[in-house]
């Protein structure tokens, strides 16, 4: 296993975390990502994308900005309950990792 597969889930919830705040598309994603040392091409975000949307979490619509059709993606209700559950499981996870020294060692 590389490390990268390890954060498959990480990214999965950063994606349904930006979607529960406002509606988004591909390219935004993959820079918002970037900023978290997440790189991400546009073969791996959007077949992860189409995932989330075909299991339900994600809805997705064409839009137009600025002369520019975009695939935009909203949370859905199920999408939003599994987002929820999702966070108090990392909360605990994140608890037990850094509660025996507060390192990530």
């Keep these: 296993m590389t490390d990268r597969d390890l954060y498959a889930g990480l990214i999965r919830l950063h994606v349904l975390h ?44 064409q839009a137009v900005a600025d002369g520019v ?12 309950r599994a987002f929820a559950a999702a966070k108090t499981k990392v909360k605990e996870l994140f608890g037990e990792i850094f509660h025996d020294d507060g390192s990530a060692s």
Aim: net charge positive.
């Design 69 to 80: 059709r975009r695939r935009v993606y909203r949370i859905t209700p199920k999408g939003k």
């Design 18 to 61: 930006h979607a529960a705040g406002a509606p988004i598309y591909g390219q935004e994603m993959i820079e918002e990502l970037a900023h978290h040392g997440y790189k991400l091409s546009p073969g791996t975000l959007y077949p992860l994308l189409h995932g989330l949307e075909k299991k339900g979490y994600l809805r997705s619509t």
